[in-house]
C-alpha cells in the first residue's frame, strides 16, 4: 500500500512539474509556476511523507522536495529568456519594492558577513527560505495575466479549500484519526527532520489541544498551516461571492462553508480570532458597517452563551486562553520574552538561522521562535523586523487600493484577496512562524506583487 500510495504521489507531481516546465520552457509562459506552487504547496508536507514511508531513500523524497525551488528558478529563467524588454511597462518602485529589497539585501548582509553561530550552509538555507517569497513576489510583479489565468488560479484555491474540508470530515467521522497517521508523517520528522514523535498521538504536540482533543489538518502540513491556509480561501469566495450575480454565488457560499469548518477542526485560536479580524477589515473596506454591528453583537451573544450555559471545559479553555494561562499560551509568551530579551541585548541582530523553526535552524542556538516578527527581529535585528513589517502593511495598503480603484475586475478580486489575507493573517504572525507555510505565504505573496504592478500602472495612467 505505501509503494501505491508513493507512485501516484510521484506520478501527480511528475505530471505537473512536467506540464508547469513546458508552459514555461517552451511556450513562454513563465508565470504559469503559481499554478504548480497553488496546486503542490498544500500537500508537499504530506507528499514527502507518503514517499518516504514508502521508499525510506533521502534522495527520492529531496528530488521531490527540490522542486518547488527549481520551478521558481526556471520561471525566473524563463521570465529572462522571453522577455525581449525587461519590463513591458514604464517600471517605477513601489513602497513594497523598496522594503522588500531592502530587508533582502540586509539578510545577505548577514549571510556573507561571519555574524552568528550557525553555519555557513545553515545560514545559506535560512536565506533561501527568505529569498524564495521574494522571487515569487518579484514574478507576480511582473506577470500581466488575462481574466482567464487569474480565474483557473482562483479554481485552484476554490479545489483546495473544499478539499482540505473533505479530508476533514474523512479524518473526523471515518477515520477518527489524523491523515498524518497514515502518512508517514511521524516517520519522516523522525529520519529527515530528526524529530521525535510527540504528544498522545505519535505526531507532534501540534495536532492536540492541552486537554488532548485531535487538531486536524487535513493534507497540509500541521493544524496550524490548514488554519492560515483556508482564511485565502475563504476571502477568495467572499469576494466571488460579492462580485457575482446571485444565480451563481452557491458555489462561493460552499468554499466559505468549506473555510469556516477546516478552522473549526483545526482548533486555531489564533486563526479564529484572525478570521474575525479579517472580516472586520472586509467590513471596513466595503464600508459594510452593520457586518461590523453583527459581528460585536455576535461576541456579546458568545460571552452570555458563555457565563451562563457552557460547559465548565469550555469555560475555562477560554478563560485560560484570554488570560495566557494554559501551557500553550505560556509556551508562546515565554518565546516572545527571550526573542525580547535578545533583541534588547543585541539590538543588531544576533544571525540568520538563529530562531524560529524553520528546519535549518538548530535547535541548541535557537532564540525564540514562536512570533513572526521577532523571529526577524532576533535574528536581523530591530531594522530587519521593521522592515518586514513595512513590507507587509505597504503591501496590503497597496493591494486594497487597487481593489478600490481598478476597472479590471479578475485583477481587483485578486487584490482583494491579497490585502485581506496579508491582513488577517497579521495575527497568526505573533503566535507562529508563518512564512514557513510555504502554499498561503507564497501565493499570498505572489497576489500583492501583481498588486503592486497594476498600482504601478495606475499611477502612470493618471
Not at 192 to 199: K, L, R, S, T
Not at 239 to 258: A, G
Not at 335 to 362: K, Q, R, Y
Amino acid at each position: 500500500m505505501a509503494l501505491i500510495a508513493f507512485l501516484l504521489v510521484a506520478l501527480s507531481v511528475g505530471v505537473g512539474f512536467l506540464w508547469t516546465v513546458q508552459k514555461l520552457i517552451f511556450k513562454g509562459k513563465w508565470a504559469y509556476f503559481i499554478y504548480f506552487l497553488a496546486a503542490f504547496l498544500p500537500f508537499y508536507i504530506t507528499s514527502l511523507s507518503v514517499v518516504y514511508q514508502g521508499t525510506q531513500s533521502g534522495l527520492i523524497v529531496g528530488i521531490i522536495q527540490s522542486t518547488k525551488e527549481v520551478i521558481i528558478l526556471l520561471a525566473l529563467s524563463s521570465w529572462l529568456i522571453h522577455q525581449r524588454k525587461p519590463f513591458d511597462y514604464p517600471f517605477r518602485l513601489q513602497s513594497t519594492d523598496y522594503f522588500l529589497v531592502a530587508l533582502l539585501s540586509l539578510a545577505f548582509v548577514f549571510l556573507v558577513l561571519p555574524i552568528g553561530q550557525a553555519s555557513f550552509l545553515n545560514k545559506a538555507l535560512y536565506y533561501k527560505s527568505m529569498l524564495m517569497p521574494g522571487l515569487v513576489y518579484f514574478l507576480g510583479r511582473n506577470t500581466n495575466f488575462n481574466p482567464e489565468e487569474i480565474h483557473r488560479l482562483f479554481k485552484i484555491i476554490f479545489m483546495v479549500t473544499i478539499g482540505a474540508f473533505a479530508v476533514n470530515l474523512v479524518e473526523h467521522f471515518i477515520l477518527n484519526a489524523h491523515l498524518q497517521q497514515f502518512t508517514g508523517y511521524a516517520l519522516f520528522n523522525l529520519h529527515i527532520n530528526d524529530i521525535e514523535p510527540q504528544g498522545n498521538y505519535g505526531l507532534t504536540w501540534t495536532f492536540e489541544s492541552t486537554n488532548a482533543m485531535k487538531r486536524l489538518g487535513s493534507f497540509f502540513s500541521d493544524p496550524l498551516e490548514l488554519a492560515s491556509s483556508v482564511l485565502m480561501g475563504f476571502s477568495a469566495g467572499l469576494i466571488w461571492f460579492l462580485t457575482q450575480r446571485k444565480e451563481y454565488t452557491w458555489p462561493y457560499l460552499l468554499v466559505m462553508f468549506c473555510s469556516v469548518g477546516s478552522l473549526v477542526f483545526a482548533s486555531s485560536r489564533a486563526s479564529f480570532a484572525a478570521f474575525f479580524v479579517m472580516l472586520f477589515f472586509i467590513a471596513l473596506v466595503f464600508g459594510l458597517y452593520r457586518l461590523i454591528g453583527f459581528g460585536i453583537a455576535s461576541v456579546f451573544s458568545f460571552l452570555i452563551y458563555l457565563v451562563y450555559f457552557a460547559s465548565e471545559d469550555l469555560y475555562f479553555f477560554v478563560i485560560d486562553t484570554i488570560t495566557l494561562a494554559d501551557t500553550s499560551s505560556v509556551g508562546h509568551v515565554v518565546e516572545w520574552f527571550l526573542a525580547l530579551d535578545s533583541m534588547i541585548a543585541n539590538p543588531l541582530g544576533i544571525g540568520l538561522a538563529m530562531s524560529g523553526n524553520f528546519g535549518s535552524v538548530s535547535e541548541d542556538l535557537r532564540v525564540g521562535g514562536e512570533n513572526q516578527f521577532l523571529i526577524y527581529g532576533v535574528q536581523l535585528g530591530w531594522l530587519g523586523m521593521l522592515l518586514y513589517i513595512a513590507a507587509l502593511l505597504s503591501g496590503i495598503y497597496l493591494s486594497i487600493r487597487v481593489f478600490k480603484l481598478s476597472e479590471n475586475t479578475a485583477v481587483a478580486r485578486l487584490a482583494f484577496v491579497a490585502g485581506t489575507v496579508k491582513f488577517g493573517l497579521l495575527l497568526p504572525l505573533f503566535t507562529a512562524n508563518v512564512e514557513i507555510y510555504t502554499y498561503v505565504s507564497w501565493v499570498s505573496w505572489w497576489m500583492v506583487g501583481l498588486s503592486v504592478n497594476e498600482f504601478s500602472k495606475l499611477k502612470i495612467s493618471t
